[in-house]
Each structure stands twice: as C-alpha cells, then as structure tokens.
C-alpha cells in the first residue's frame, strides 16, 4: 500500500500544481490511475449498499439538538470501515481519520446529522419503484451514506492519499442549530489543522460555492398583563408584535443579489380575554452578499423599535420592552469560480461526463469561508423533492454518480 501510495503521490503532483492554476483537466488525470478507476467502479457497483445505509440512516431520528443516536450509529459505522480515532466529540461531531502519507495537507469531508423534525416524528421509510420517502431521506441522509460510501470506495482501491482526510458527521446545520458543528471544528476540535474541506448536503450535482448568509432573531414583546376589560388601557405586546410584522411585510430588498426575509414562527398569550404579558416572533434574513444583509438587519431593528414606541406612545406609558436575541448567525462568502477548490469539483465533474453546475445556498461551508478557508458544498447525486416535508422523497435513479463525484474530488483535495 505505501508503494502504490508514492506512485500516485508522484503522478499527482503536478496534477495538484496545475489545478492550482485553474487547469480543467483536473480530473481527467486522476483517471488516469489504475487504483483511482477501481475506486470508481467499487462505488458505483456498491450503490446498492449505499442506498440501504441512507435509509437506515434516515430511520433513526435526530432532530434539532438531539441527534446522539444517529450519531452514535454513524460512530458504529466509521468503526466498522476501518477509520482510526473515531471519536464524538463534545457537541456530538462524529470524527474518524484516514491518515495519508503525511499530515497535511488536511482534508475534512462532511455532512450533517440532524434534521428539521422534532422529537417524535415518525421516521420510517416507505418505496416505490425508484423513489424513497421519509422525512430528511435526501437532507442530509444521502450526504451521510455517501461519506460512508467514499470511504469504502477508497480501501476497495487500494488508495492511499498524500494528505490525510478526516470523515466528519456534524450536528447543528437545520434551523436554530447555527451551524454549532462546524463552529466547533474550526474554533476549538480542528481549530488550525484544516487545509480544505467539502461538506455532503442535499441531491443532485450541483457545486455550492456562494454561501447564503443569514441572522436569526427570536423578538420577545413584554408588558405588565391584565384582564381585557378590567385593565384596558395597558399596553400590548401581541398589539406591538403586529406593528412589527406589519412593518418587516413592507421592506423593499434588492432583486440581486438576492435578499429575503421571513417572519416563520409567532407566540404569545394566554386567553382571549387577557392583555397578554409577552409575545413573540422568530425572523428569518438572508443574502450572499454581507452589505445587503447588514442593511436589511439595521432596518428590521429600527421596525421593532418604531413598533415598540408606537404601542408605548399609544398608551402613554413606557412599559412596552423588547428583547431581540440573535438565535442565528451564519456568514455570508463565496469560494470564487477561479479557485482552485472550485475548479477542482467542476473538473473532476466534467472527466466524470456530468454537468457542472454551479448553485449558492446555506451549508456547513459558510463558515469555513468565513474564516478564508477553502470550501464548498455538493450534492450527494439522485434526485429529490420536498426537503423539509414529512414527504421528502429521494430518487435513486443513477445516484452513483453523486457518489462517483464524491470519491473523486476527495481525492483530489487530498493532493500537496
């Protein structure tokens, strides 16, 4: 295996070279390899055993801040691959090593645990010819199989990279997890020893290199209460709450780049004959670009402070009071098309016969790039619908070739 590993170190030298210079045709050399080729073939003849693990997978739940058991299965399953220092680590990441030759340069392939669903939802899969449904079957239990499925793909070729690559399942990507995983990593687990890194989201072949970026805020409305007759006259929270919403329903936002914004969940009060003592409202805003999504934060603060003073004035009073906790936070960024991790995946894309198509979305990769490290998200191949829905479904039609893509480019991140 050492041997084998020198002579493909050798022939990819100045393969990694031109790649860093933008070169296209990346991946045709890596295909060049006896050992790559078989690699290749052992994943799309696996396939089959890769649809069944997304699916075990996907049967055990792991909602939001609750993903200890698919995670400790996922630890099974790096154990049982052969992986070295398996470990959870203390925000449940599930880590396991595939030391190269030397250890840098350090590649991290991921892809998320958790899901959107709370605890209890029914998580059993159902089939029907080529087309899987249960809830979270593509986000990111497709991403997850195919982690898996790299790593069996390179021992079944024999492959021993120059650098190392660390198998990362993380929590904390869906919705108030804030990116809590990959945080970790790159702030304390990795902090420093991360040379490039691709996380597994979703289906498809697209290449994520724009991150989306986005703040969270849970708004919380509080005044003194009282009875709707009896203590008319107080101000309201919920009245308060509306003034807000009113106010975000009539921004203006650019068209491009694009920025969005969402009022998703509210609350508040306690009978319909009640002022009610609190009220409030998580916000969702989004954009690529980082000017934009400040403005649109500073106008959402003045909304739910306008909103505030006006219930306040409205009543003569000054016991209307809000807090505005910033639940999410992930950054926005981009991986330029002339890098040499995005060039990269649209090379070995194209020696594969596949389409390069280039997408910008919320990952895992925001962050690494925040921080100016390489890093980009693809899918995981197949086709699906309806993620976020009870209903989501996952095509299995030629997934293999997501899989393929998957196997190539990690071993092409993992080349000086």
């Excluded at 959870?88 to 250890?103: C, F, H, M, S, Y």
């Excluded at 650019?254 to 969940?265: D, H, W």
């Amino acid at each position: 295996m050492r041997t084998a590993a020198l002579v493909l170190g050798l022939l990819l030298l100045p393969v990694l070279a031109s790649a860093q210079q933008g070169a296209a045709d990346l991946g045709a050399r890596l295909m060049q390899d006896a050992g790559i080729k078989a690699a290749l073939e052992a994943a799309r003849a696996d396939e089959a055993r890769t649809i069944a693990e997304q699916v075990e997978i996907c049967e055990v739940e792991a909602p939001p801040f609750k993903e200890t058991r698919r995670g400790e299965l996922y630890a099974r399953k790096f154990r049982e691959l052969g992986l070295q220092n398996v470990r959870i680590d203390k925000v449940g990441n599930v880590l396991g090593e595939r030391p190269g030759t030397a250890r840098r340069p350090h590649f991290v392939l991921a892809a998320h645990l958790d899901t959107v669903f709370p605890e209890g939802t029914p998580v059993k899969t159902t089939q029907e010819g080529t087309v899987i449904r249960g809830p979270g079957i593509g986000d990111d239990c497709r991403g997850l199989a195919v982690v898996l499925a790299v790593v069996r793909a390179l021992k079944a070729g024999n492959i021993q990279t120059p650098g190392s690559i660390t198998f990362v399942g993380n929590v904390g990507e869906e919705g108030l997890g804030d990116l809590r995983g990959v945080k970790y990593l790159f702030n304390e687990g990795l902090k420093g020893q991360v040379d490039r890194f691709v996380s597994i989201d979703g289906t498809g072949l697209g290449i994520t290199h724009i991150s989306v970026g986005s703040l969270r805020y849970r708004v919380t409305f509080k005044g003194p209460g009282g009875h709707s007759y009896g203590a008319f006259g107080l101000v309201n929270p919920i009245h308060a709450l509306g003034r807000a919403m009113a106010a975000i329903g009539d921004f203006q936002v650019p068209n491009e780049p694009k920025t969005t914004f969402n009022v998703g969940r509210i609350g508040g009060g306690t009978s319909v004959n009640s002022i009610p003592f609190e009220a409030w409202m998580e916000v969702d805003m989004r954009s690529a670009d980082a000017a934009s999504l400040q403005s649109l934060d500073a106008k959402f603060h003045r909304a739910v402070d306008d909103a505030v003073a006006a219930e306040n004035v409205r009543w003569s009073s000054r016991a209307l009071t809000v807090d505005k906790a910033l639940v999410g936070n992930r950054p926005a960024g981009r991986a330029p098309a002339t890098s040499p991790i995005v060039q990269a995946a649209a090379s070995v894309t194209r020696a594969l016969g596949f389409p390069v198509t280039m997408d910008e979305g919320s990952t895992d990769a925001n962050y690494p790039q925040s921080l100016g490290i390489p890093a980009i998200t693809i899918d995981g191949g197949g086709r699906g619908r309806g993620a976020h829905a009870l209903d989501e479904s996952f095509d299995t039609t030629d997934s293999w070739k997501g899989t393929q893509r998957a196997l190539l480019l990690a071993i092409a991140l993992a080349q000086p």
